[in-house]
């Protein structure tokens, strides 16, 4: 991590992922900063993202996104236990 992405950078992304692990839900990971936990849309519909450092995000879905699917065709993020990570990008 260090050498793709730097010091303070590599430091954010494993604080995110400790707070990843810990949750236990997606509805309990904060939605305010640092970690901003939130959804894509477009192209990235059913996908999310948590801030590590401007301008990167760690891109992640659910494993099992069809058991986390409301009647409304959302994600229930209070359903979501268990996570895929994608990426770590900066996709703007």
Known sequence: MIRAFGQPC??????????????QSLADVPKQRPERCHALKA???GQFAVDVEHPF????????PGAC????????ESQVKAIR??????YH
């Open 85 to 90: 990570i994608l990426a770590v990008e900066d």
């Open 69 to 76: 699917t409301s009647d409304s065709g959302n994600i229930d």
């Open 10 to 23: 590599a430091a954010k992304l494993k604080r995110r992922l400790a707070v990843l692990e810990a949750a």
């Open 57 to 64: 995000r760690l891109v992640f879905e659910p494993v099992d």
């Open 43 to 45: 192209d990235r519909q």
